[in-house]
């Protein structure tokens, strides 16, 4: 039997498939390249096509004995999602329908879903458990919100059993430097500096350093790709173990700060990185923070990597064998 990776040629689906690939697992991956890369699909079953498209979800069901999903395919950036909501809501929501309809079709069971900390909005919590009330603040994290509602209703009356996944800030890369983080149109912090230091970009900013944490700047909490990829494959043994429907935060459970993650990021690169702080970014909370206890417990997981100089010398490996990225 094999798992379907929906998006797999996107930066968390690609290592879900290394990852896949490295414990033996038959792996058939669905992604429209609309964002993914085919050169970051390491499988050989690859199938370019939409989840949105009924007709190429039967083709995938059809051709391959499949009888698990893990969905990545989905539109995820914050600031894109605030212009254009209605793609948030026609790819992520209406295609993760046409997903769930397939998925009945063929009597597909388990499903695991890339969830976001979005979902939580800005709250004060710290840290985030999964009973800190959910309140997105943007179409991005609103649809993931309802996606995790709406496979929960459907799991109901359709026997199909769930784990979403509530993913905080998802950094580094795979050990091998063969795949990584690459976006065409990048916004997240790690990869920012890598590229302003390869100087692929002409400045970086450090966005606001007034807020109430240690040095001003804001905390996020980092885990590796790799540990978050890790937890897919045991919520997959879980779901196969008779595991009922749940949801998690996947986060490492500590924090660093904007001024930490560069400092970690100039004893990789070993040069200074020239920044200049600007105002704050319009909906950035102080401190986000995982609980990842009920995670830790309940598929029995743990965050291997700790330190953000490991995240980003895996994360610069990756830069230094794709100087411009992908193709
Ligand atoms: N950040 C920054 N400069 C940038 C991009 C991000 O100072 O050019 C900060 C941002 O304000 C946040 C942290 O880095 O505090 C992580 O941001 P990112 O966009 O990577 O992830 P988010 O936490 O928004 O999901």
Not at 58 to 67: A, L, P, Q
Not at 100 to 115: C, G, R, T
Not at 148 to 161: F, L, P, Q, V
Not at 205 to 225: L, Q
């Given at each position: ?89 026609n790819n992520n929501v209406c295609g993760t329908a046409v997903l769930l309809e397939a998925m009945i079709k063929y009597d597909v069971k388990n499903l695991v879903f890339s969830s976001t900390a ?210």
């Amino acid at each position: 039997m094999a798992v379907l990776v929906t998006g797999g040629a996107g930066y968390i689906g690609s290592h879900m498939v290394a990852e896949l690939l490295e414990n033996k697992i038959e792996t058939v991956v669905l992604d429209n390249l609309s964002t993914g890369n085919r050169e970051a699909v390491l499988c050989d079953r690859f199938y370019e096509g939409d989840i949105k498209n009924s007709s190429d979800l039967d083709k995938v069901f059809s051709e391959n004995e499949i009888d698990s999903v893990i969905h990545f395919a989905a539109s995820s950036l914050v600031g894109e999602s605030m212009s254009n909501p209605l793609k948030y809501y026609n790819n992520n929501v209406c295609g993760t329908a046409v997903l769930l309809e397939a998925m009945i079709k063929y009597d597909v069971k388990n499903l695991v879903f890339s969830s976001t900390a979005a979902v939580y909005g800005e709250t004060d919590a710290i840290p985030i458990t999964e009973e800190t009330p959910v309140n997105p603040k943007s179409p991005y994290g609103e649809t993931k919100l309802a996606i995790e509602k709406m496979i929960d209703w459907t799991a109901r009356s359709s026997g199909i059993n769930y784990i979403s996944l509530r993913y905080f800030n998802a950094c580094g890369a795979h050990k091998n430097g063969r795949i990584g983080e690459w976006r065409t149109h990048e916004t997240h912090l790690i990869p920012l500096i890598l590229q302003y230091s390869r100087g692929l970009r002409d400045g970086f900013k450090v966005f606001g350093n007034d807020y109430d944490t240690p040095d001003g700047t804001c905390v996020r909490d980092y885990i590796h790709v790799i540990d978050l990829v890790k937890a897919h494959t045991a919520a997959l043994v879980y779901l196969k173990s008779g595991g009922k429907s749940e949801i998690f935060n996947l986060g490492l459970g500590n924090g660093f700060s904007v001024l930490e993650i560069i400092r970690a990021a100039e004893k990789v690169i070993g040069q200074k990185i020239k920044y200049t702080v600007s105002e704050r970014r319009e909906g950035d909370p102080a401190v986000l923070i995982a609980s990842n206890e009920k995670a830790r417990k309940m598929l029995l997981w743990e965050c291997k990597i700790k330190d953000p100089v490991e995240i980003i010398e895996d994360a610069w490996k990756f830069y230094l064998k794709h100087p411009k990225g992908y193709n």
